[in-house]
């Protein structure tokens, strides 16, 4: 019951957050949410504070991702919804252009072959590269080619 209110309260309104962060947040906000996350984790193994163990129990008994991990999984997420006609908002849409249809026009480029996304250039180097527009497309570029796959759903695996 205590995990079941931990993951509806805690963990949902942790991942909202996680939602509203990019990629390259500062530390001093990311560490806080992680300190939450491994409270309750701790409530839900009833742990003491300094027990070792909690970053395994948090991976594999859980099976949460840090809070760093939860923003990239975010971010990729959305790029992913975004590349799914009806998925995301129009003007989420309109930030993520394959390389394909931006190289067509030069005669195409190697990474056309892919599912890579155009990266534009930033400004400013430390709000500028954490605008999805940015952080988005590098984060897919990022991810290997069998988790671009257009076939991969969001569905859970249940575990019988």
Excluded at 104 to 117: A, E, K, N, Y
Excluded at 153 to 160: A, I, K, L, V, Y
């Amino acid at each position: 019951m205590i995990t079941t209110l931990i993951r509806a309260f805690v963990s949902s309104r942790v991942d909202y957050c996680c939602s509203l962060l990019i990629v390259w947040s500062p530390r001093s906000v990311t560490d806080k949410l992680q300190r939450v996350l491994n409270a309750a984790a701790r409530v839900i193994t009833n742990t003491k504070k300094y027990e070792s163990g909690l970053s395994w129990t948090l991976h594999h008994g859980l099976r949460w991702l840090d809070v760093t991990e939860r923003i990239q999984f975010r971010v990729a997420a959305t790029v992913y919804q975004c590349l799914q006609h009806g998925m995301a908002a129009a003007y989420l849409t309109e930030l993520c252009t394959p390389v394909a249809a931006s190289a067509s026009r030069r005669g195409g480029l190697r990474s056309s072959t892919t599912s890579d996304l155009v990266i534009p250039r930033c400004r400013l180097s430390t709000y500028g590269s954490r605008a999805f527009s940015v952080a988005g497309p590098v984060r897919w570029n990022g991810l290997p080619n069998y988790l671009k796959s257009p076939h991969i759903s969001f569905e859970r695996q249940h575990e019988g």
